[in-house]
């Protein structure tokens, strides 16, 4: 269970910390790419991993 919360937000947090350090060195382009990834990684293991939380199956019998 901590693997997979750790799968979810590890890489978004460390994401995060890249994009404000970015923002404090201004070096506003590196930022804006690392706030769009964070985003997009966000969307995207919250939907995969909330999937595999919920014990959801695609199964269509």
Known sequence: M???LLLMFG???VFLVI???GLIQ???KMAKIF???T???????LGICGIMLANFSLDTK
């Open 39 to 45: 985003g997009v990684y966000l969307l995207i293991s």
């Open 35 to 37: 706030f769009i990834l």
């Open 11 to 13: 890489p978004a947090i």
């Open 19 to 21: 994009a404000i350090i």
């Open 2 to 4: 901590i693997g997979i």
């Open 26 to 28: 201004k070096n506003k």
